[in-house]
């Protein structure tokens, strides 16, 4: 009984949070709304039973994708009037991209509700002694290896790409060295000349 | 006993057990807080609050009073939702990850199997208090402050990620009360030891990981010398510029909240947690709710010595400036702990020969 309230809690946070992505005035209130669908799509693999996941959603998605979408967005000088105007003009397209994403997943429902192949036959075995992030590793290490590991690459690839189109170096900037100035000695950065008294120093005199 | 393991029996037990933590780490945090000023305040042979109180213990109630009773002010311009909710996710974000934390023995509120994943998520959600009570201000210097602040804890957030999974590595669990509970015995088995005398050399990476934990927990919760969000002399205070009374206070108990978990994490990760660091036999003899409170007197022992470490760090380290700043997570912090993952997981898999 609990479950099935939170879930449908979870569910109406969710879908309300979606909607308001879309339809909020403020672009940085429609990533504030997208953080909150984020947040009840992990509360929703909670009960499904993979914390593992839905921790890393949580980690991943809110905690560092949805930092940079709004550092994005909270630096960009948006004209919202422009912004309502392409809401009626792309209204039909993203209604017929919703028409046939919901058919899919009624198609996909019946599917299941009549007892198709992904009814009951899980992929993955649960097992009750291993944990959820034991069964993930050992699935992912072993059987997907490859596509793992073609994976990393690939995010590599994307991380050097984008250093590369950011780094630049200045020409006239000065940078610090840090272990320049931890080397730095007192016997050759300073030098000790001793003055008569009484006649002061000259400048000719220290060089 | 059927009734404390209905499902009302143990929303009661679960309810009360929050209320008491909340409630410890609350009025824990006030003496914390006058202690933060008394040792910063040893440092520059001064006396430090002495005038509410004897030796001004009761200072932080009265500042409490002082900032409940004050005028909340909401600038004109500003994002009053945005506004108001950005202390208070801070402050919520404060207390919910004290959730997994094990006290002592079987005392802890929720005891995940994922309970460093969770705390990791929690903390990394912490900028949005800061980013959000940055841009809703609608002024310069609270945005700037924002924008520096998220940079910083997202950089940090990679190397307090990299060096967790070392210890993940070591103890072969997520679980913290698995993770504490290998720590037992001698002082060797903790974790900053290596985690027990076949794995001793291990402590030339561990030690010295749970250096760099520190660092970057005093990065994480913007404490001196990396309190650049709120770095006065050129940003006045950041992104609490425009913040007066309560939702100033609830910034500041969250920060010091967020501190407090940052000493209990690195006691429990690496320091043994409850684990006095010799045998505990005696304590066999004990009755179970006695051992307990012993064990939790050890925890604060070391959550306390962690404190008082970065209390005085506050006192005598000057301000990075930025550039250092980022330097250090990226260019030092993360190349580092990413070759004591390596390490450590070589050990685990070609000495301990562990699968």
Known sequence: MIEAIAFYLLAITAVFAGGAVVLSRSPVHSVLWLILAFFASAGLFVLLGAEFLAMLLVVVYVGAVAVLF????????VDFVKLREGFTRYLPLAAIVAAILLAEMIIVSLAVASGGAAAGGQIVPATADASNVETIGRVLYTDYVYIFQAAGIVLLIAMIGAIVLTLRHKPHVRRQNPGDQINRDRRTAVEIKSAETGRGVSPEELL | MDFWSSPLGWTLITAGGIL???VGILISLAFLL???RKIW???QLRKGPNVVGPFGLLQSFADFFKFVL???VVPAGADKVVFILAPLITFILAFIAWAVIPFAPGWVISDLNVGILYIFAISSLGVYGIIMGGWAS????????SLRSAAQMVSYEVSIGLIIVNVILLAGTMNLTSIVTQQSGWIWNWNAFGG???SLPLIVIMFPMSIIFFISALAETNRPPFDLPEAESELVAGYQVEYSSTPYLLFMIGEYANIVFMCVLMSLLFFGGWHPGFPTDFLNGWPPILANLFYLAVLFAKTIFCFVMIAIVKAFVPRYRYDQLMRLGWKI?????????IVVSAWRVFVQGGA
């Open chain 1, 70 to 77: 709004l550092f994005v967005v909270m630096m960009l000088d």
């Open chain 2, 20 to 22: 008491l933590v909340t």
């Open chain 2, 34 to 36: 006058l202690a933060d």
């Open chain 2, 41 to 43: 305040a040893g440092v």
């Open chain 2, 70 to 72: 004050k005028e909340i």
């Open chain 2, 138 to 145: 609608n002024s310069k210097y609270p945005f700037l402050g």
């Open chain 2, 196 to 198: 027990g005398l076949g």
């Open chain 2, 333 to 341: 912090f993360l190349p580092t702990s990413l070759v004591a993952v």
